[in-house]
């Protein structure tokens, strides 16, 4: 029980704390070549990160290519940033507190800059801060999903510890009655070995009486014989 309410706080804790979003410029090298872009930072896994960003920019803006841990899209098309194609350049990292997740975006005559093309930027800045908040609604609804297990197994617990609290009341009241049954029987036994005892010693009397009579008959029995004999 300690365990699943442990795992609980500590569910509710995770959604607490994946609330921040942050994007900085930074600059990536890729496969040798230094390049400028911007950086989201946030507080899930590498794995779930990198499956999410792929999945979303498939959907935002094309096909995604994935080789040696760099993701690429050609011909992009994001009308939010840009209305001519991009070319999407991105790698997803581990920071100590969850995923880094860096893209460059080539517009074919200059790249996504803060500022060169401070609009472009923003947009960008304002697509990944999207995604972020897309990551972590589809976090915290998995840690929802999480707790009602824990909600729910806790809940079987609770309802089993009870029927085990029933079922041993249910013996006690059983075990009650048992003992107040044989006090009863005892009672019973006590009163049918008194009568036994009254019985053996009327039994004792009534032998003697009889044991008597048939003497007195013997004797009588004799006397009529001695009679029968002074007959001649």
């Not at 939010?80 to 070319?87: E, H, N």
């Not at 999903?145 to 309802?159: G, I, W, Y």
């Not at 009163?191 to 009579?213: D, G, M, W, Y």
């Amino acid at each position: 029980m300690r365990r699943i309410i442990l795992a609980v706080l500590l569910l509710i804790s995770g959604v607490c704390q994946a609330q921040m979003v942050q994007v900085v410029e930074k600059e990536q090298e890729v496969n040798g070549v230094i390049r400028r872009g911007q950086q989201l930072s946030v507080q899930i896994d590498p794995k779930t990160t990198e499956k999410a960003w792929k999945d979303y920019l498939s959907k935002k803006a094309g096909r995604v290519k994935s080789s040696k841990g760099v993701l690429t899209v050609e011909g992009a098309v994001i009308d939010t940033i840009s209305s001519t194609p991009l070319r999407v350049i991105s790698l997803v990292g581990s920071n100590a507190q969850g995923s880094n997740i860096w893209w460059t975006l080539d517009m074919g005559v200059a790249y996504v800059d803060k500022d060169a093309t401070p609009k472009e930027h923003a947009a960008a800045e304002s697509f990944m801060r999207g995604f972020a908040r897309k990551l972590y609604r589809e976090d915290v609804l998995r840690q929802i999903n999480e707790a009602e297990e824990v909600l729910r197994a806790t809940k079987s617990e609770q309802d089993r510890v009870v029927k085990d609290a029933n079922s041993i009341q249910n013996q006690i009241d059983k075990n009650r009655q048992r003992k107040q049954d044989l006090k009863a029987e005892l009672a019973r036994n006590a009163e049918e070995l008194k009568q036994l005892e009254l019985n053996v010693e009327h039994n004792v009397k009534q032998q003697e009486i009889s044991r008597q009579q048939v003497q007195d008959m013997e004797k009588s029995v004799e006397a009529v014989r001695e009679k029968l004999k002074a007959i001649k």
